[in-house]
């Protein structure tokens, strides 16, 4: 089991930078799993915001809105996965979830069903 915890989420305005960081802990061989990070704005469904797969994270994905602004990582350690933020819009606004699964392929994954263990969310505001 793994336990999931994220940090550096705060207020900033538009334009800025936020890192934001998920600490594994727990029995688990960290680079087994895949690593995401989903967020969800007020009164909107839970939506897919980047992944990257097992071991050295080789491939990455995103969502396209973020594309070319955020980049995910992981240092397996340390057991953490992280989001660099760069030129933050409002709409960026939202509580931001990091989710890991045990990884049976090389491959990212975009659905929530593919995650099994989620962090308590950590709340990322951008004024404009």
């Known amino acids: 089991q793994v336990q999931l915890v994220e940090s550096g989420g705060g207020v900033v305005q538009a334009g800025g930078s936020l890192r934001l960081t998920c600490a594994a802990s727990?029995?688990?061989?960290?680079?087994?799993?895949?690593m995401a990070w989903f967020r969800q704005a007020p009164g909107k469904e839970r939506e897919f915001v980047a992944a990257?797969?097992?071991?050295?994270?080789?491939?990455?994905d995103y969502l396209e809105s973020v594309k070319g602004r955020f980049t995910i990582s992981r240092d397996n350690t340390k057991n953490t996965a992280n989001l660099q933020m760069n030129s933050l819009k409002p709409e960026d606004t939202a509580v931001y979830y990091c989710?890991?699964?045990?990884?049976?392929?090389?491959?990212?994954?975009?659905?929530?069903?593919?995650?099994?263990?989620w962090g308590q969310g950590t709340q990322v505001t951008v004024s404009s």
């Open positions: 989710a890991a699964n045990l990884g049976r392929d090389d491959r990212t994954y975009r659905g929530l069903h593919e995650y099994d263990h």
């Open positions: 727990g029995r688990t061989f960290f680079n087994t799993y895949r």
């Open positions: 990257i797969n097992t071991w050295s994270g080789s491939r990455t």
